[in-house]
């Protein structure tokens, strides 16, 4: 079930990391930006933990330019009075005309309108075996 992010049932916060979803699918690289600073942390996990919107830049461009599509399906959201916001997704990306998809667990933590913290967890295994086959 995808969310939409004029629903007015959902908070503020799940509004912001709604929007940073669609700056994603859209491949917009400056607007996806936009929602962090040089105090944000994203942490693909099971990788090293990456601070600051041009470290973030510097890892998120180089592989939104390799794709020719992407969609992440947001399937559940939660928020909590603390701004921090669940998401349960699937991250599609079009690849040499093939699709890799990828469930992840997404927690987004908002501040003052901004990511400030992002955490991703998916299988690392079944990336790196789905990729062989995509690229």
Request: proline share 4%; glycine share 4%; with cysteine.
């Amino acid at each position: 079930m995808e969310k939409d992010p004029k629903n007015k049932s959902l908070g503020a916060h799940s509004t912001v990391v709604l929007s940073f979803i669609s700056a994603c699918n859209e491949r917009d690289i400056d607007k996806m930006m936009s929602f962090f600073d040089d105090n944000t942390t994203y942490h693909n996990i099971p990788l090293q933990p990456i601070v600051g919107v041009t470290a973030i830049r510097a890892v998120l461009e180089p592989f939104l330019l390799t794709t020719e599509a992407v969609d992440w399906v947001v399937k559940h959201m939660a928020e909590t009075n603390l701004g921090v916001i669940l998401t349960e997704r699937l991250d599609r990306f079009l690849i040499k005309e093939q699709w890799l998809e990828l469930p992840v667990m997404g927690v987004f933590e908002i501040e003052n309108g901004l990511i400030r913290s992002w955490r991703d967890y998916f299988d690392l295994n079944q990336l790196r075996q789905d990729a062989k086959t995509v690229c």
